[in-house]
């Protein structure tokens, strides 16, 4: 089993998860829960250096970061980190620990989640250190976005990134007779061709089941699902953008083109793709290893081009993705923002990260790794991490994750479900998760309003 594929193994296992954490109200109740504004802002004086020794807690859910840290560990003798994967419960591991005030100096937390914490008072502010603050202009610009708070303060600096792309089966759409759809528009018309001349061939599969793939997809949309502003959160999870592309996946249900009975990483979604059932996978960068590990018959017959666009932006989106977070109680700021930017940004570090755990880096070097640059053998020696590359630089800045994005997710995928089995929409599904977002955002005494 590569690391890679059990990484996205853990993935999946922690979305069949999201019921059960969402279900507890939330990641942890802390003090300060009913604002919206982040707390702990740290100060120069925070950000001192230790006298003496100083030894850190490092909480993640990626294989292979124990051999990563201790590269740091050596190189490092003053500054000791101490590693610990929790992806078998990630954040309820982090919750307990938070509410017990014995949370880690730093963890691993996912970008949709960092609202969430962050309005629970969950993290330190790391302005207080330059070297935060510096390492700004080394990260992908929307990564760097998401870890802030209406661009003040650093909460937490990226690590990886799931920039999206179609992966196309070449051999079926030569068959076919088909080109690579450039437009959302001409993805539609080669489902249709597709189907048509085979009923048993659909283009590829919509799991409503994943809510963070199809937030995904609005994402690529420039629909902004929330914004902060005039001290309140403004929530457009049911806005026209939104619904733009709900409505064309709700028509690509509704022709049978796509098929709805696949959940994403499954052993049902391999048998379909290795039946030569579906002609197309729209997933993320890390995803690539799915299909080489799992259908290495395939060699040879994927290529992975750019996400088809509704416009001539060319824009992109993003599914997946985390940051490392500087944690409430964190006594030693200064040696965690070192080690941080050092895990986040070091050449060497993103290298043994890339190999061990299958992370796409956040950091601009990352993109520049020989390993990212070089042609892939399953994939014809193509050099598809240029693709994700350009991807990632077309994502838009502004998208914003909400401070109940969990429930938001549960509401939204209960909903799709339904429409999946002829029961609603999917925009009436976008509606669902807007009057979620609002009701839970009222529940919290967070501020909310709809609209801009």
């Not at 802390?30 to 925070?46: E, M, N, V």
């Not at 700004?136 to 990134?161: I, N, R, Y």
């Not at 989106?317 to 944690?327: K, P």
């Not at 994750?401 to 969990?406: D, R, S």
């Given at each position: 089993?590569?690391?890679?594929?059990?990484?996205?193994?853990t993935?999946?296992?922690n979305?069949?998860?999201?019921?059960?954490?969402?279900?507890?109200?939330?990641?942890?109740?802390?003090?300060?829960c009913?604002?919206s504004a982040?707390?702990?802002?740290?100060t120069?004086?925070?950000?001192t250096?230790a006298?003496?020794k100083?030894?850190?807690?490092?909480w993640?859910t990626?294989?292979g970061m124990?051999q990563?840290?201790?590269?740091?560990?050596?190189?490092?003798?003053?500054?000791?980190?101490q590693?610990?994967?929790?992806s078998?419960?990630?954040?309820?591991?982090?919750g307990?620990?938070?509410?017990?005030?014995?949370?880690?100096?730093?963890?691993?937390?996912?970008?949709?989640?960092?609202?969430s914490?962050r309005?629970?008072s969950?993290?330190?502010?790391?302005?207080?250190c330059s070297?935060a603050?510096?390492?700004?202009?080394?990260?992908?610009?929307?990564?760097?976005?998401?870890?802030?708070?209406?661009?003040?303060g650093?909460f937490?600096?990226p690590?990886?990134?799931g920039?999206?792309?179609?992966y196309v089966?070449?051999?079926?759409f030569?068959?076919?007779?088909l080109?690579?759809?450039k437009?959302?528009?001409?993805y539609?018309a080669?489902?249709?061709?597709?189907?048509k001349?085979?009923?048993n061939?659909?283009m590829?599969f919509?799991?409503?089941?994943?809510a963070e793939?199809f937030?995904?997809?609005?994402?690529?949309?420039?629909?902004?699902?929330?914004?902060?502003?005039?001290d309140?959160w403004h929530?457009?999870?049911?806005?026209d953008q939104?619904?733009?592309?709900a409505?064309?996946?709700?028509k690509?249900i509704?022709?049978?083109?796509v098929?709805?009975d696949l959940?994403?990483g499954?052993?049902?979604?391999?048998?379909?793709?290795?039946k030569n059932q579906i002609?197309t996978?729209?997933?993320?960068?890390?995803?690539?290893?799915?299909?080489?590990?799992?259908?290495?018959k395939?060699?040879?017959?994927w290529?992975?081009?750019?996400?088809?666009t509704?416009g001539?932006?060319?824009?992109?989106g993003d599914?997946?993705?985390?940051t490392?977070a500087f944690?409430?109680?964190?006594?030693?700021?200064?040696?965690?923002?070192?080690f941080n930017?050092?895990?986040?940004?070091d050449?060497?570090a993103?290298?043994?990260?890339n190999?061990?755990?299958g992370?796409y880096?956040a950091?601009n070097?990352?993109?520049?790794?020989?390993?990212?640059?070089?042609?892939?053998?399953?994939?014809?020696?193509?050099?598809?991490?240029?693709?994700?590359?350009?991807?990632?630089?077309?994502?838009?800045?502004?998208?914003?994750?909400?401070?109940?994005q969990?429930?938001?997710?549960?509401?939204?995928?209960?909903?799709?479900?339904?429409?999946a089995?002829g029961?609603?929409?999917?925009s009436d599904a976008l509606?669902?998760a807007q009057?979620?977002?609002?009701?839970?955002m009222?529940?919290?005494?967070i501020?909310a309003?709809?609209g801009?």
């Amino acid at each position: 089993m590569s690391n890679t594929a059990t990484r996205t193994r853990t993935r999946n296992r922690n979305r069949t998860r999201l019921a059960a954490v969402a279900a507890a109200a939330g990641l942890v109740v802390l003090t300060g829960c009913s604002s919206s504004a982040p707390s702990d802002k740290a100060t120069a004086a925070s950000c001192t250096p230790a006298k003496g020794k100083v030894t850190l807690q490092y909480w993640n859910t990626v294989p292979g970061m124990d051999q990563v840290v201790a590269l740091w560990n050596k190189k490092n003798p003053n500054i000791q980190v101490q590693t610990k994967n929790i992806s078998n419960d990630q954040y309820g591991t982090l919750g307990n620990a938070l509410k017990a005030g014995k949370a880690p100096e730093l963890a691993q937390v996912g970008y949709d989640e960092l609202p969430s914490l962050r309005s629970q008072s969950a993290f330190v502010d790391a302005s207080g250190c330059s070297d935060a603050v510096a390492a700004k202009p080394k990260f992908v610009p929307w990564t760097w976005s998401q870890t802030t708070f209406g661009g003040t303060g650093v909460f937490a600096l990226p690590q990886d990134t799931g920039p999206m792309a179609l992966y196309v089966r070449s051999d079926i759409f030569k068959t076919h007779g088909l080109t690579i759809p450039k437009t959302w528009d001409e993805y539609a018309a080669d489902a249709q061709k597709l189907h048509k001349a085979d009923p048993n061939l659909s283009m590829t599969f919509f799991d409503p089941n994943n809510a963070e793939w199809f937030n995904g997809l609005l994402w690529q949309n420039n629909a902004e699902m929330y914004s902060y502003s005039g001290d309140k959160w403004h929530v457009t999870v049911a806005s026209d953008q939104s619904k733009q592309v709900a409505d064309y996946w709700q028509k690509l249900i509704s022709g049978k083109l796509v098929r709805t009975d696949l959940a994403n990483g499954s052993t049902q979604m391999y048998a379909a793709y290795q039946k030569n059932q579906i002609a197309t996978y729209v997933g993320a960068a890390w995803g690539y290893s799915m299909f080489r590990d799992n259908l290495p018959k395939q060699a040879g017959k994927w290529t992975i081009v750019p996400m088809p666009t509704w416009g001539s932006g060319g824009a992109s989106g993003d599914w997946g993705g985390s940051t490392v977070a500087f944690m409430k109680g964190n006594k030693h700021l200064y040696e965690s923002v070192k080690f941080n930017t050092w895990l986040n940004t070091d050449p060497e570090a993103l290298a043994l990260e890339n190999k061990l755990g299958g992370l796409y880096p956040a950091a601009n070097a990352g993109l520049a790794l020989p390993a990212l640059s070089k042609g892939v053998p399953y994939y014809n020696n193509e050099k598809i991490f240029d693709v994700f590359a350009e991807s990632s630089r077309k994502i838009d800045t502004n998208f914003a994750w909400g401070p109940t994005q969990k429930t938001v997710n549960l509401a939204l995928q209960d909903a799709m479900a339904k429409a999946a089995a002829g029961s609603g929409t999917l925009s009436d599904a976008l509606s669902a998760a807007q009057t979620s977002a609002l009701k839970s955002m009222k529940d919290q005494a967070i501020p909310a309003t709809a609209g801009k």
